[in-house]
């Protein structure tokens, strides 16, 4: 559609309105990007004064565009076309009520002129040039049309009484709807009078023969029994209960009482036994924060054991940890005054005892020195260790080289590894 000043009209919301009236068009800023109400108007008026009320848009700004005059009433951005029946018809008179209430009235009410915000619905173009004679009683119509288009009038708006404002309409549309007595359980249900079928009586039958007169019984004769004993109130009412039994024309004499009918045995029903039995005491006793207790027979509760204090565990937890502290203490102090046994001096023993045997000399001693010995022991060649044959004892074990000397033989070496048992033979070479 062709803008309308700074305007772009996006739908046409005008209806069935003939032409040469208010249209009214869905439009936005072209500016801002406000979606705003336009109303193009016949001819140029000026704003309307409205009546503050969050009932009613009021309009925003006029202007002309050409030979179009309009008038801009601006829309929340989530402003929708009223859609719910009910909250039209509360918006709508709540709108109608304060313009007629300002003796202003509108001319135009219909759906386009509805929008739901914010959960409530506004009545806008008010105040503008509609056409027609506009009258609250013509508002009021032109409403009811309105809700008709979006779902029907509310019940409460069916039967307008004469004379009728908007704001009558509104406190009776607010108003409770009357709760009806529900019947009775066993009572008859009420059928109107008009709806009440009237009992016909069926006609006499021409063949119906007049009933012969039933003859009446003979009179009973009961005769009352000797005044004795007033029985107990559980007897009466047994024998209440039973009818008494008289045989018409029975030979009982005037002399005698009735024979008393056997009682017969009443249902026993359930019973909820008694809290407490006649004749058992009732003990009351204090609890130890000063209130009072009722203890029934047999209910007695078990005293309740005395709680120990909160403190006592940690305590207790801690004297365990001190204890074993002591006694680790003790036992450490005990091991280091404890004295070391220090081993007694022993005089080092002669390590190897080794074995020598001398063949081809038979009688010649053989005289054995050291020429060589593992470290750590002496070596003096001129000493004497030994004589062979025989056991010489060497100091340590290792190896050993000794020199070999006799008497008329030549001197050699012989080499031993000590310990060993194997005994060393030294051949002698003359």
């Not at 040039?129 to 119509?141: F, S």
């Not at 008289?246 to 009735?258: H, I, K, Q, Y």
């Not at 390590?351 to 050291?370: E, I, M």
Request: contains cysteine; hydrophobic residues 40%; proline residues 17%.
């Amino acid at each position: 559609m062709k803008p309308i000043g700074p305007y772009v009209a996006a739908r046409d919301l005008t209806g069935d309105r003939p032409a040469g009236t208010v249209r009214t068009l869905r439009a936005t800023d072209r500016l801002t990007g406000i979606p705003v109400l336009l109303h193009v108007l016949p001819h140029a008026v000026p704003l309307p004064d409205l009546p503050a009320d969050p009932a009613l848009l009021p309009s925003s700004e006029g202007g002309i565009d050409g030979d179009t005059a309009y008038v801009v009433t601006e829309l929340p951005p989530h402003a929708l076309p009223a859609s719910d029946p009910l909250l039209t018809a509360r918006g709508g008179l709540a709108g109608l009520a304060a313009l007629h209430e300002a003796g202003l009235t509108h001319g135009g009410v219909d759906a386009a002129q509805l929008w739901s915000v914010d959960g409530r619905v506004a009545l806008a173009g008010a105040g503008l040039p509609w056409g027609g004679e506009a009258t609250p009683a013509r508002d009021l119509r032109d409403l009811l049309r309105a809700l008709e288009t979006l779902g029907g009038v509310p019940p409460a708006l069916r039967e307008l009484p004469g004379g009728a404002t908007a704001r009558d309409l509104l406190a009776r549309l607010d108003a409770p709807a009357p709760v009806r007595e529900a019947p009775r359980r066993g009572a008859p249900p009420i059928v109107p009078a008009q709806e009440r079928p009237e009992k016909e009586e069926p006609p006499p039958s021409p063949a119906a023969a007049p009933a012969s007169p039933v003859p009446a019984p003979p009179p009973l004769e009961v005769t009352a029994a000797p005044p004795g004993p007033v029985p107990r109130a559980s007897e009466s009412e047994d024998a209440a209960s039973v009818p008494a039994e008289v045989e018409p024309g029975g030979d009982a004499s005037p002399g005698e009482a009735a024979p008393v009918p056997s009682a017969v045995p009443r249902p026993v029903t359930g019973r909820v036994p008694a809290r407490r039995v006649a004749d058992q005491p009732v003990r009351i006793t204090w609890d130890a924060d000063g209130t009072r207790r009722v203890v029934k027979p047999g209910r007695e509760t078990p005293p309740a054991r005395p709680r120990s204090p909160g403190w006592l565990l940690p305590v207790l937890a801690l004297l365990l940890l001190l204890l074993l502290f002591g006694a680790w203490w003790a036992w450490r102090s005990a091991a280091a005054s404890a004295p070391v046994p220090i081993p007694a001096a022993t005089t080092p023993q002669p390590c190897c005892d080794v074995r020598f045997t001398v063949r081809g000399a038979q009688g010649v001693p053989v005289r054995l020195s050291l020429v060589s010995a593992p470290p750590g022991v002496k070596v003096n060649p001129d000493q004497e260790v030994g004589r062979a044959p025989g056991v010489v004892r060497l100091p340590r074990p290792g190896t050993y080289t000794l020199r070999v000397a006799a008497e008329g033989y030549t001197p050699g070496t012989v080499t031993v590894k000590a310990p060993s048992a194997v005994p060393v033979q030294i051949a002698l070479t003359p």
